[in-house]
């Protein structure tokens, strides 16, 4: 990921700390509650898929360069895995 984007993906995720809305977003439906994504242009596409619904933190799930207009399978697979393993980890702690 180029340090364009990465840079613009920081202030995007301050923004989400600080309880605002990030600049371009939307809802990611299938995946799991509360989750969303954060799209970031520069030459070239990228996207980061986080929670921010608990108090303690923001849980970014995967950040991923699109080529393509849908979203591959493969990410969403993996940002699914990856919300159940959270979720796992915080029922986990006392």
């Not at 309880?19 to 939307?26: I, S, Y």
């Not at 299938?30 to 070239?44: A, C, L, N, Y």
């Not at 360069?65 to 006392?94: E, I, W």
Request: hydrophobic letters at 45%; charged letters at 30%; aromatic letters at 8%.
């Amino acid at each position: 990921m180029p340090q364009a984007a990465r840079r613009d993906i920081g202030v995007e995720l301050t923004l989400v700390q600080a309880a605002d809305l990030p600049t371009d977003w939307k809802p990611i439906r299938g995946v799991g509650v509360s989750v969303m994504e954060i799209r970031v242009h520069r030459p070239g596409e990228f996207r980061v898929i986080y929670v921010a619904k608990f108090a303690e933190a923001v849980y970014v799930l995967h950040a991923f360069g699109k080529k393509s207009q849908k979203t591959p399978k493969t990410d969403l697979d993996l940002t699914r895995r990856r919300y159940a393993q959270m979720l796992a980890l915080r029922r986990a702690k006392p």
